[in-house]
């Protein structure tokens, strides 16, 4: 009976360790409440410079009435358009485009804010990517509710071709989705290893 009892609490024992070898293995980086607060603020400043910019073209009445500003000679423009539809005015010629991008710009932001709040632990580039996708994405949103459009006004031309107009939102957007995608390519194995590697080697310390 003794040796029945002793090999059930060495399988128990090793059950545990097993699971808990497990657990290492799959260990990732916890969420970070000061990291989170201080790029949800990030991203809150980021909107707040989106929306000014957007106030300050919509005030002006050279830009309104069809103007432009050249800032660099057959290079680099400011000229105000409503993009109703998305990239590319993608969706603009159809009437329910503009609910739709509504839509999937709230599912967006909210997915953003989930994976911000759930990557903040993760090295810093990572949350900061995130947060500028977030923070554009709130930006066009707000844009697609209050004006059935999006407020663009950067206008970079390359001789005859113009490069579709933007925002400050936009940048956001594309930078933020350009950082996400070099991390998961380039750095997420590297840095997922060396977390679970550091936390074996702590385990076996204490």
């Known amino acids: 009976m003794k040796a029945i009892a002793y090999g059930i609490k060495s399988t128990a024992k090793d059950m545990k360790k097993n699971t808990e070898n497990q657990n290492l293995l799959e260990a990732e980086p916890r969420v970070s409440p000061r990291a989170s607060l201080f790029f949800i603020i990030f991203s809150a400043i980021l909107v707040i410079v989106d929306q000014i910019s957007k106030y300050l073209v919509l005030q002006d009445a050279h830009l309104m009435s069809g103007g432009r500003y050249v800032l660099i000679e057959n290079f680099f423009n400011l000229r ?17 485009g503009i609910f739709l991008l509504i839509g999937i710009s709230v599912v967006a932001s909210i997915a953003f804010f989930i994976f911000l ?7 810093k580039f990572l949350p900061f ?3 500028l996708a977030w923070a554009g994405t709130v930006g066009n949103l707000i844009d697609r509710v209050r004006h059935r459009g999006v407020v663009d006004f950067f206008d970079f031309q390359f001789g005859t071709w113009h490069f579709p107009t933007f925002n400050v939102a936009d940048a956001c957007i594309v930078v933020g989705m350009l950082g996400i995608l070099i991390y998961i390519l380039f750095f997420e194995t590297r840095h997922r290893e060396k977390f679970r590697t550091d936390q074996r080697f702590t385990v076996r310390k204490l």
Do not use: H, Q, R
Not at 117 to 123: A, E, L, T
């Open 117 to 123: 709040v759930k990557y903040s632990g993760w090295p």
């Open 129 to 131: 990517c995130i947060s």
């Open 80 to 96: 105000y358009t409503l993009n109703t539809g998305a990239a590319w005015s993608i969706l603009a010629d159809v009437e329910w």
